[in-house]
């Protein structure tokens, strides 16, 4: 029984494999607390909490700055009870002057239980980003001689894979496989969906019996844009209070604060400053997160929850 689920796993997994390497910029906004909210860039996350867990986040990108990013996302995920089956639906919103963007997607990840401890899953991405590019809010010559007022909507689907147990979990996802183009009625390109591959990991160590230690990474790669790397590390006090930082390869440094107020109500802030001279000119970034999880009749919510 278990050489058949391995048989499965294998041939899912190179099915994959198959898809990404066969279709081969718009830049997708990153959150420094990606980790406490991962189906946002991979679809093979939903339902591995065995909850109905709701996280809303939001982020202050280069504060001072007229125009700078402002993120904000919601995102609902949940397994399908008695079947091997998660489900989830995020929403987006972006805004980076002239663009806005708002984008509408479904999730769908399939478990399969390679041992006791460990599962794996992949897991499909589905909907569309609606973007409103406007330059009448730019300064410039160019743009007040030229105005355009475009509103697009462009359908997209993304695939990934998650491998987890208790104590440690791998990723790897591309949210966005199409890469589409953004141009307005005269046909003039404005921008691209450029496609993110995401490899993340992370792994929780006992310390003591009331400290814990969980580092985490994740790789990102975006065509047309150097490899990006960000490595986060958090210490664990009583289950309950998170403490840590996170550097992303020349780009920048921050720390973390989580609170799990109770098994269900998680908080989190984060902050983040920039290393290039850009941020001689902005006072850093913000973010903050909300957690909420609610279990299923005769199921209880397995607490601690690292992942």
Do not use: C
Request: no cysteine; glycine share 10%; hydrophobic share 35%.
């Amino acid at each position: 029984m278990k050489k058949n689920g391995w048989i499965k796993i294998r041939s899912l997994f190179l099915f994959l494999i198959g898809i990404i390497g066969s279709v081969s910029a718009q830049q997708d906004p990153m959150f420094t607390q990606y980790m406490h909210n991962p189906v946002s860039i991979n679809p093979a996350y939903a339902g591995s909490r065995g909850t109905l867990n709701a996280v809303v986040m939001n982020r202050q990108q280069w504060v001072g700055i007229e125009g700078a990013p402002n993120t904000m996302t919601i995102s609902v995920n949940s397994p399908f009870i008695g079947y091997n089956v998660g489900v989830g639906l995020s929403l987006i919103y972006d805004r980076i002057d002239p663009t806005r963007q708002v984008g509408i997607y479904t999730d769908y990840a399939y478990h399969l239980k390679m041992t006791d401890k460990i599962k794996f899953a992949l897991g499909l991405k589905a909907g569309f980003n609606m973007y409103d590019v406007n330059t009448l809010s730019l300064r410039g010559a160019q743009y007040e001689d030229n105005p355009t007022a475009e509103k697009m909507y462009l359908p997209n689907f993304g695939v990934g894979t998650y491998m987890y147990s208790d104590r440690f979990y791998l990723g790897l996802s591309v949210p966005k496989m199409l890469q589409n183009s953004l141009s307005d009625n005269k046909n003039t390109l404005l921008n691209k969906e450029e496609r993110h591959y995401f490899f993340t990991g992370g792994m929780v160590f006992d310390v003591s019996d009331k400290v814990r230690f969980k580092p985490s990474f994740t790789f990102r790669m975006v065509t047309g844009a150097p490899l990006s790397s960000e490595f986060s590390g958090a210490v664990i006090l009583h289950d309950r209070l998170w403490l840590g930082g996170m550097y992303r390869y020349t780009e920048a440094m921050g720390g973390m604060v989580k609170f799990d107020i109770t098994t269900q109500l998680a908080l989190g802030y984060s902050y983040d400053t920039t290393l290039s001279r850009l941020g001689n000119y902005n006072h850093g970034t913000h973010e903050i997160y909300v957690s909420y999880d609610i279990a299923y009749r005769n199921k209880k919510i397995l607490s601690p929850r690292f992942f």
